[in-house]
């Protein structure tokens, strides 16, 4: 370092002491180099100490990207900030020579700090009475913007970026502190990925593609010098704006200085200022109603990801931090949906109603063995618009509310706060099962009435929706034909609250204050109706419940991604209570009840839909029993209505898919869809069943043991 520098911050102090400089700006620009040469360095080395250090390793905030399964179609993004990490390598040597032309012509020549850079601004400040011209290094900026971007609170926030000479004195410290851990290479490549270039664009990648559409390493030395003259002041220099006046000008001063420095022939430079700016502006799309509108209905499965991750610890303390991670950290996230059981799903849902109608036709389909969601389809428009909406069909909402059609994110398909619909007979497979699991054997006979006096359930007396169904029921023909007295005495004889326990199990929730109380330790052994399905639930939970028979038993939560990378391409993991560390995106499975059990409660199920069962016989007829026809292969399952058929439900069930449509308002559940509608969610599940499995071998189900036959 020479000696003018030095000499000239000498004599700094009588400067300011005749009040040469007015006001405190002017003052911070001045001070620092004072409090380098000696005045106020043991003051601030223990407070930088730690920050200097985090500032070698703390990376910015990155944008997550959700992929189709492929792993490379982009179905969108979360961002606070829209930034890919990209490494100098992979940038054009045009842009890293524009950004220092542009921000810091001696970047090579001073150690984070430059003194003569800092004594030019003193005198510029000092003859305009103001700040006219900064002394910040690209070593000095970069520290400032990874001081923001890793600070916690606002309140390092601002410590970060105030107007202060301590601050400034701090900034400089670390720069210094920082030129002798990283390279200069690293510090460029750590500011192109952390400068802001407007337009929500945050590091090079993003201005690139928002700007031109295209990656940094294809910039010409034009498009560099337009990207370089921005981060100054974005919103001045903007050549997206009407008049570009203000970026040429800006873009031509940083084209001189790269000729300056030698990095442009002074004819290069001349015929790059001849040009005008040409822009290709893209608008990244960012959360969920930014999906693209070829895959709008994967909308619904993108809105349940984001609930999912906001409920996994892996990923933050609390919801805010969880989804604070998945606008910040860099993710790779694979949906699990998919491609053509999501096509099946939306060819077959909504077929007759349409997404103007307002009963909502759903459908979700769940892997057995994984827990993992392979499709989620509605007939709803996925969109946060909903100006064309009519007013809601619910008498007591008010002349504004909207209703939840055409257009719609509310969560109708499960994964949200929603309560869900009453499954009406699709819970009878929760007391069978726990019969089963308990002991009791398919041959369990019952002779049951039209009406049903429960002398458990203090009097309630049930009755069955036919005469036909009055006579003796085992678990095959109760099950086949929905024979609700059947099933009120079956529960009674393994007990309301075992088969509540058994529905917890297999992932239903309670989600209105009714359910909570039903099911409470206190009431679940009296609560009677559970077994007719007068509680809510969702497809999604019913889809992954009846997934649990179909693979034998074991249950896995549900799950809507088959693999989340890490920034640094190695899968995200969560650590289990004995420490063992598993990825996220790994199935989460166990054994709930026995697999004879399963498999007796599917050679039951396979009644309902028109298929044999292995071992017993259905009792001449079934309520769903153009299933197996159209399906084409084995296939099980349960049909569900409600009082005056209020929604209605199918939930049916192969080797390898499990699906549950529904059909119901979700504005206002006492809009009775009506008999003639309870056929359209049978179809649909059967409908998607044969379409997702067109051209794939038949798989059989596996028999009950002869123990649990009886």
């Given at each position: 370092?020479?000696?003018?520098?030095?000499?000239?911050?000498?004599?700094?102090?009588?400067?300011?002491?005749?009040?040469?400089?007015?006001?405190?700006?002017?003052?911070?620009?001045?001070?620092?180099?004072?409090?380098?040469?000696?005045?106020?360095?043991?003051?601030?080395?223990?407070?930088?100490?730690?920050?200097?250090?985090?500032?070698?390793?703390?990376?910015?905030?990155?944008?997550?990207?959700?992929?189709?399964?492929?792993?490379?179609?982009?179905?969108?993004?979360?961002?606070?900030?829209?930034?890919?990490?990209?490494?100098?390598?992979?940038?054009?040597?045009?842009?890293?020579?524009?950004?220092?032309?542009?921000?810091?012509?001696?970047?090579?020549?001073?150690?984070?700090?430059?003194?003569?850079?800092?004594?030019?601004?003193?005198?510029?400040?000092?003859?305009?009475?103001?700040?006219?011209?900064?002394?910040?290094?690209?070593?000095?900026?970069?520290?400032?913007?990874?001081?923001?971007?890793?600070?916690?609170?606002?309140?390092?926030v601002?410590?970060?970026t105030?107007?202060?000479s301590?601050?400034?004195?701090?900034?400089?410290?670390?720069?210094?502190?920082?030129?002798?851990?990283?390279?200069?290479?690293?510090?460029?490549?750590?500011?192109?990925n952390?400068?802001?270039?407007?337009?929500?664009?945050?590091?090079?990648?993003?201005?690139?593609?928002?700007?031109?559409?295209?990656?940094?390493?294809?910039?010409?030395?034009?498009?560099?010098?337009?990207?370089?003259?921005?981060?100054?002041?974005?919103?001045?220099?903007?050549?997206?704006?009407?008049?570009?006046?203000?970026?040429?000008?800006?873009?031509?001063?940083?084209?001189?200085?790269?000729?300056?420095?030698?990095?442009?022939?002074?004819?290069?430079?001349?015929?790059?200022?001849?040009?005008?700016?040409?822009?290709?502006?893209?608008?990244?799309?960012?959360?969920?109603?930014?999906?693209?509108?070829?895959?709008?209905?994967?909308?619904?499965?993108?809105?349940?990801?984001?609930?999912?991750?906001?409920?996994?610890?892996?990923?933050?303390?609390?919801?805010?931090?969880?989804?604070?991670?998945?606008?910040?950290?860099?993710?790779?996230?694979?949906?699990?949906?998919?491609?053509?059981?999501?096509?099946?799903?939306?060819?077959?849902?909504?077929?007759?109603?349409?997404?103007?109608?307002?009963?909502?036709?759903?459908?979700?389909?769940?892997?057995?063995?994984?827990?993992?969601?392979?499709?989620?389809?509605?007939?709803r428009?996925y969109?946060?618009?909903?100006?064309?909406?009519p007013?809601?069909?619910?008498?007591?909402?008010?002349?504004?509310?909207?209703?939840?059609?055409?257009?719609?994110?509310?969560?109708?398909?499960?994964?949200?706060?929603?309560?869900?619909?009453?499954?009406?007979?699709?819970?009878?497979?929760?007391?069978?099962?726990?019969?089963?699991?308990?002991?009791?054997?398919?041959?369990?006979?019952?002779?049951?009435?039209?009406?049903?006096?429960?002398?458990?359930?203090?009097?309630?007396?049930?009755?069955?929706?036919?005469?036909?169904?009055?006579?003796?029921?085992?678990?095959?023909?109760?099950?086949?034909?929905?024979?609700?007295t059947?099933?009120?005495?079956?529960?009674?004889?393994?007990?309301?609250?075992?088969?509540?326990?058994?529905?917890?199990?297999?992932?239903?929730?309670?989600?209105?204050?009714?359910?909570?109380q039903?099911?409470?330790?206190?009431?679940a052994?009296?609560?009677?109706?559970?077994?007719?399905?007068?509680?809510?639930?969702?497809?999604?939970?019913?889809?992954?419940?009846?997934?649990?028979?179909?693979?034998?038993?074991?249950?896995?939560?549900?799950?809507?991604?088959?693999?989340?990378?890490?920034?640094?391409g190695?899968?995200?993991?969560?650590?289990?209570?004995?420490?063992?560390?598993?990825?996220?995106?790994?199935?989460?499975?166990?054994?709930?009840?026995?697999?004879?059990?399963?498999?007796?409660?599917?050679?039951?199920?396979?009644?309902?839909?028109?298929?044999?069962?292995?071992?017993?016989?259905?009792?001449?007829w079934?309520?769903?029993?153009?299933?197996?026809?159209?399906?084409?292969?084995p296939?099980?399952?349960k049909?569900?209505?409600?009082?005056?058929?209020?929604?209605?439900?199918?939930?049916?069930?192969?080797?390898?898919?499990?699906?549950?449509?529904?059909?119901?308002?979700?504005?206002?559940?006492?809009?009775?869809?009506?008999?003639?509608?309870?056929?359209?969610?049978?179809?649909?599940?059967?409908?998607?069943?044969?379409?997702?499995?067109?051209?794939?071998?038949?798989?059989?189900?596996?028999?009950?043991?002869?123990?649990?036959?009886?």
């Amino acid at each position: 370092m020479s000696n003018r520098p030095l000499a000239a911050a000498g004599r700094l102090v009588p400067l300011l002491r005749a009040g040469l400089i007015a006001g405190i700006v002017i003052a911070a620009a001045a001070y620092p180099l004072v409090a380098l040469t000696g005045l106020g360095a043991k003051a601030t080395a223990h407070a930088v100490e730690s920050k200097t250090k985090l500032l070698t390793t703390a990376l910015p905030a990155e944008t997550s990207y959700v992929y189709a399964p492929d792993g490379k179609t982009v179905l969108t993004m979360f961002y606070e900030e829209y930034r890919q990490y990209t490494k100098l390598s992979d940038m054009s040597p045009n842009i890293q020579q524009a950004i220092v032309a542009a921000e810091d012509s001696r970047f090579y020549q001073h150690h984070g700090v430059d003194p003569k850079g800092v004594a030019r601004a003193f005198v510029a400040n000092a003859r305009s009475s103001g700040v006219s011209q900064g002394a910040s290094t690209l070593t000095m900026q970069y520290v400032r913007m990874a001081l923001r971007d890793s600070a916690d609170t606002p309140k390092e926030v601002q410590e970060a970026t105030q107007q202060t000479s301590l601050r400034k004195v701090k900034e400089m410290r670390m720069a210094l502190d920082l030129e002798k851990e990283m390279s200069k290479e690293q510090i460029l490549e750590r500011y192109l990925n952390s400068a802001y270039f407007g337009h929500r664009a945050y590091g090079i990648y993003a201005a690139s593609e928002i700007f031109f559409s295209k990656t940094p390493k294809d910039l010409t030395p034009v498009e560099a010098a337009t990207l370089a003259g921005l981060v100054k002041s974005p919103s001045e220099y903007d050549p997206a704006s009407s008049d570009q006046k203000d970026a040429t000008g800006r873009r031509n001063y940083v084209l001189d200085h790269m000729s300056q420095l030698g990095y442009l022939s002074p004819d290069s430079a001349a015929a790059a200022k001849s040009e005008p700016i040409r822009l290709k502006l893209t608008d990244p799309p960012n959360d969920c109603a930014a999906v693209t509108e070829k895959y709008n209905s994967w909308g619904f499965a993108c809105d349940y990801l984001k609930n999912w991750w906001s409920a996994q610890p892996a990923f933050g303390a609390n919801r805010l931090e969880r989804m604070d991670k998945l606008r910040r950290g860099g993710y790779r996230i694979v949906l699990s949906i998919d491609p053509k059981i999501q096509d099946a799903a939306e060819k077959n849902v909504g077929a007759k109603e349409g997404t103007g109608s307002p009963f909502a036709n759903g459908i979700v389909v769940s892997e057995p063995g994984t827990g993992r969601v392979k499709a989620m389809a509605v007939n709803r428009t996925y969109s946060l618009d909903l100006s064309e909406n009519p007013q809601s069909s619910n008498p007591e909402a008010g002349p504004k509310v909207k209703a939840n059609y055409p257009n719609t994110v509310a969560p109708l398909l499960g994964g949200g706060d929603l309560p869900g619909y009453q499954a009406g007979s699709t819970f009878k497979m929760f007391p069978m099962l726990a019969a089963l699991d308990s002991g009791m054997t398919l041959s369990t006979s019952f002779n049951a009435p039209y009406r049903y006096k429960s002398s458990v359930y203090d009097g309630w007396a049930p009755s069955n929706a036919s005469g036909a169904m009055t006579g003796q029921q085992t678990m095959w023909s109760g099950f086949g034909k929905s024979v609700n007295t059947y099933f009120v005495w079956l529960e009674e004889k393994v007990g309301a609250d075992r088969a509540v326990r058994l529905a917890e199990q297999l992932g239903l929730r309670w989600r209105t204050d009714v359910d909570r109380q039903q099911a409470s330790p206190t009431n679940a052994k009296k609560w009677g109706a559970f077994t007719l399905g007068v509680s809510d639930a969702t497809p999604l939970e019913m889809a992954n419940a009846y997934a649990t028979v179909a693979a034998d038993g074991r249950y896995c939560e549900a799950i809507p991604v088959q693999a989340i990378m890490n920034r640094d391409g190695t899968p995200a993991t969560y650590a289990t209570p004995g420490g063992i560390h598993r990825e996220v995106a790994k199935p989460r499975c166990r054994q709930v009840v026995s697999a004879d059990a399963a498999r007796a409660a599917t050679d039951a199920a396979r009644c309902p839909t028109g298929d044999r069962p292995a071992r017993g016989g259905c009792g001449g007829w079934s309520t769903a029993d153009s299933v197996r026809g159209t399906v084409g292969r084995p296939v099980a399952g349960k049909t569900g209505t409600t009082d005056s058929t209020r929604s209605a439900w199918f939930v049916g069930y192969t080797p390898e898919l499990a699906a549950a449509s529904f059909i119901s308002d979700p504005d206002n559940p006492f809009n009775a869809v009506g008999d003639g509608q309870s056929q359209i969610p049978i179809a649909a599940v059967a409908e998607t069943l044969r379409d997702a499995l067109k051209g794939q071998p038949t798989r059989q189900f596996t028999p009950p043991s002869d123990a649990i036959v009886g």
